[in-house]
């Protein structure tokens, strides 16, 4: 039974293209294959974009690192949606995906009861946007994210004093807030879930003069250890998604009264195996469940 495990051509192995943070993409698979192997099960990986012939005998796919969805949105959504119809199981599902993918998803679980950070949106940001901005949220530094993005990727930070053109502006949905502090005195931590239940923890934190903790841009990571109430507020954000994802990563900043929620990833998050060494058999374990269940 063959297991699928998509890639883009930036984490592709062999691809001419791979991005300098492809090593992540190296790690997962090391820790997942030799798990899916001893359930007796194969780990193919397979670029997203490969013809619908190629998916031909994978049972299941797994999203994987397809890094790139974020820029071809529609058509990453659209395959999702053959390889369903064609019964292979997706996970995450294509329709949790889609509700995942455009980061205005926050404001549902900030309905149901997550502590979020203040957050304005906008489908266009001009100047005085963004000059309203700093005294809506209280703030002399913003971060300015893309509503459908990934990677830190089209990420800005300003200040007040910055001298922006008057004609200035971002031609694309967008998100505003507070630039926090604790992102990089404390860092930012990650709650991993496998069906439901809590695997392992890391705390990430930015390199020197950075405020951006992914490994590429210098940004490193290590095991840590929650409370029983870290673990029980991550464990809320799972409660409240449409559905159980096999796989989920809860990233969290402390906040003035605590954790608050950045992004729940389910979508093609990197699952920190350096600090989960069960996240293969845990992720086995799933794949195999749900397997299972598809058969009845």
Known sequence: MIIGFLTCPGTHPGSPNRRKDAFEHDLQVAALRPAIEAAGMELREIEWRAPDTAFDDIRLVLIGTPWDYQDHEAEFLGKLDTLAARGIAVCNPPELVRWNTRKTYLRELEVAGAATIPTLWHERLTRGD?????????????????????????????????NLPQDWSLDMPVM????LPAIAETGETSFLFIDGEFSHAAVKRPAKGDYRVQSEYGGTEEVYDPTTGERAAAAAIIAALPQLPLYARIDMVRGETGLLLMEAELIEPFLYPN??????????AGITRRLGQAAR
Do not use: C, M, W, Y
């Open 275 to 284: 600090q989960g060494p069960e996240l293969g058999p845990r992720i086995a």
């Open 130 to 162: 963004l000059t309203s901005a700093f005294n809506q949220l209280a703030s002399d530094r913003l971060v300015v994210k893309r509503q459908v993005g990934a990677n830190a990727e089209g990420q800005h930070l300003f200040n007040r004093s910055d």
């Open 176 to 179: 505003v807030q507070p630039f």
